[in-house]
């Protein structure tokens, strides 16, 4: 039996270097042909999944280093705060000019202003 906290070490190591990994790095790093073992160990050091690729890469929340739309890019990988894309995207729309306009005018009755 593997000793488990040299596995997360090793873990925590690779993606400190590598910065983000997919499944299968991950599983190679671990030599391990189980996905379940790779979600348990990204688990006990707190993971996110990009919202670009289908969700391919993993990093660590304490890798990330996010913009002030709460948005990581490293590579092509793309990781938000917020998590999936849906939730991304309304969270910028919710905290866009648009939105604070649109509430303010169905407000006020000049949601015709909208459209001239």
Known sequence: MKNKSIDSELLLTCLNNEKIMTVDDLKSTLRTQCRMTVFR??????????????GKYYSLKRIARYNKYGIWSYKSALFSKNGTLKK???????????????GSSKKSNKVSNLYP
């Not at 050091?45 to 289908?54: K, N, P, Q, V």
């Not at 995207?89 to 649109?102: E, M, P, Q, R, V």
């Open 88 to 102: 991304t995207t309304k969270f910028l729309i919710d905290g866009s000019f648009l939105a604070s306009y649109w």
């Open 41 to 54: 160990k990204l688990s006990m050091l707190g993971y996110i999944s990009s919202y670009s690729h289908s």
